[in-house]
């Protein structure tokens, strides 16, 4: 079995990519279904080595873990446990060492944030004087995580940053939401909702691929323009 997980989306789903390309130059049948699709009696049919014409298979299976906690993901954990079929598990977030030990997986990819993209958004402000010093963590931030992650995990930051200034209640441990809380101070609530509609704005043209600048300046102009 492999495991790929992971709060780095980007990087793990280019690794699923690879993997999954590997297997179709070796002629392996690949399979990919979501984990809020299966049941146990679903997960047992599909967990054959072979096809009926002897092809090799590949089962991958996309959030197991981001299903509740119930019996149901119990079972099927402890049977792809048992399984010897060729499995590839994705995660979108990071599993804890005893999940990892209670899959027996033989091999296991892990791709985490770089802290450089937390010291990035923690350094987000209006303030024209910390304009360089942003832009810097930034252009650090897109070196090891890649501008797309940057971007979504703006998109997310911002969303806190709003919640903060709007007097709603965020979850999470202590020191992260007194950060948030303390950060959204720096703004008033006009500049973050100002700031979700370029973000807004901004996904749109790349969803339309009508942006004429790269994704890189285009949040470089955010900072500058916060």
């Known amino acids: 079995m492999i495991v790929i997980h992971g709060e780095n989306t980007i990087q ?17 049948l ?11 009696p679903l997960l047992e049919s599909k967990l054959q080595r072979t096809d009926l014409f002897g092809y090799s298979r590949m089962l991958v299976i996309e959030e197991l873990h981001s299903l509740p906690r119930s019996k149901k993901l119990t079972d099927l ?23 990892l030990n209670k899959l027996k997986a033989d091999k296991v990819y892990e791709f985490k944030l770089a802290n450089s993209l937390f010291n990035w958004l923690d350094s987000l402000s209006p303030h024209p004087a910390t304009k360089t010093k942003q832009l810097q963590l930034f252009q650090q931030a897109v070196r090891e995580n890649a501008e797309y992650m940057c971007f ?17 209640k965020i979850k ?10 303390q950060q959204a101070q720096l703004f008033s609530l006009a500049q973050l909702l100002s700031l979700h509609q370029q973000l807004y704005n901004l996904d749109a043209k790349i969803k339309t691929s009508t942006n004429n600048i790269s994704l890189t300046q285009s949040i470089e102009l955010i900072i500058l323009n916060l």
């Open 12 to 28: 793990s789903r280019n690794k699923l990519v690879t993997i999954l390309e590997q297997a179709k130059e070796k002629n392996t």
């Open 30 to 40: 690949v399979e990919r279904i979501s984990a809020s699709q299966l049941d146990v």
């Open 77 to 99: 954990i402890e049977l792809l446990a048992q399984t010897d079929a060729e499995v590839c598990l994705w995660e979108k977030r990071q599993l804890t060492p005893t999940m």
């Open 152 to 168: 979504i995990m703006l998109a997310r930051q911002l969303r806190l940053l709003i919640q903060a200034r709007s007097g709603g």
């Open 172 to 181: 999470g441990p202590y020191f992260v939401v007194n950060k948030i809380t």
